[in-house]
């Protein structure tokens, strides 16, 4: 037998902890706390600043978490495709831009797209 039971243990819980450990460098875990992460989804394009306000309001975020979320938002259109919003850690709406429309899912009101 390579390990008795004792050594079974601490050797389990030394792996787990180095496993828990290399997931800290992983910036795809770091980045779970950010209000707003993008997405490689639909269509990297440009979506107008009042046409990403106007789709925030109707997916029922306020004017201060437009001014804070948008900019970021947009840049994640821009560069992948797709953004998704949280609030306190939990995802609150995510954002696709495909074929000249943004489509928006949202924890509040749903599903809607808007025409760029």
Known sequence: MLFCAPHRRAVFLLVSVLALASC???????RVSEPVTSLAVGDPGDVGAMALAQAMTRAGFSRAEILEMGPQIRR????????????????VALFSHMDGRLYVTSANVGTFTVDI
């Open 76 to 91: 994640g259109l821009a560069d992948n495709g797709g953004a998704q919003a949280r609030r306190k850690g939990r995802i």
């Open 24 to 30: 800290a460098g992983d910036p795809n875990v770091q």
